[in-house]
């Protein structure tokens, strides 16, 4: 059975940093492409970041490029996302989400997401 | 950046309605276009892609259509486990955009 389990989310303050974890179960990493996608909570979805097969290349929406970097480790079957310079706009439950087959932007699973809270 | 406008935001129906979701985008998406389901505090699950191609385990009620900038989600008999808020995403180019959403909720 696939799924995926997020964590590392939590209070931080504006200027701050976290760093968020995603393992993956029931599947090979380096055989997918990896996502995250945001929520504030009550809104919409926002993609936010893709690594895609290999980690030949790494995707960012404008709205976090050049502060937030995702990674992935294979041999722990885990994914990354380093989150620095946080805004408080950045507050939201992140998911973390599979690519089907050999898509990069088409979810077929998620985790159950892990909230971050920015604020002062 | 291809732009997704869903309509309605919020749509009023009865069990065992039929109910349809638009989603219209800026430029044409060669049929990339993912319909997803979410309910309360839960993350979304997959409903369609390739605009009309159901992924595994979804209800054959479900169905998807369209091509070019406009496409449709389509509930053919709405059940009581249907009330949930449904996106519409292009994944044909960075970023991957969705649509607002639609809220379906009981008349």
């Known amino acids: 059975e696939v799924f995926l389990l997020e964590s590392g989310g939590g209070l931080v303050q504006p200027g701050g940093s976290l760093r968020l974890s995603c393992e993956g179960f029931g599947f090979t990493f380096n055989n997918n492409a990896m996502s995250w996608v945001r929520q504030v909570p009550g809104k919409g979805l926002e993609w936010v970041s893709t690594?895609?097969?290999?980690?030949?290349?790494?995707e960012y929406a404008d709205s976090v490029k050049g502060r937030f970097t995702i990674s992935g480790d294979n041999s722990k079957n885990t994914l990354y996302l380093q989150m620095n310079s946080l805004y408080v706009e950045d507050t939201a439950i992140y998911y973390c989400?599979?690519?089907?087959?050999?898509?990069?932007?088409?979810?077929?699973?998620w985790g159950p997401g892990t909230l971050v809270t920015v604020s002062s | 950046v291809i732009w997704m406008t869903q309509s309605p935001s919020l749509l009023s129906a009865s069990t065992g309605e039929r109910v349809t979701i638009s989603c219209r985008m800026s430029?044409?998406?060669?049929?990339?276009v993912a319909w997803y389901q979410q309910k309360p505090g839960k993350a979304p699950d997959l409903l369609i892609y390739?605009?009309?191609t159901l992924q595994n385990g979804v209800p054959s009620r479900f169905s998807g259509s369209g091509s070019g900038t406009d496409f449709s989600l389509i509930i053919s008999s709405l059940q009581s486990e249907d009330f949930a808020t449904y996106y519409c995403?292009?994944?044909?180019?960075?970023?991957?955009?969705f649509g607002q959403g639609t809220k379906v909720q009981i008349k």
């Open positions: 995403q292009q994944y044909y180019i960075f970023p991957g955009t």
């Open positions: 390739g605009a009309s």
């Open positions: 989400a599979r690519g089907l087959d050999g898509y990069n932007l088409l979810f077929d699973y």
């Open positions: 690594i895609t097969i290999d980690g030949g290349r790494k």
């Open positions: 430029q044409d998406s060669r049929g990339y």
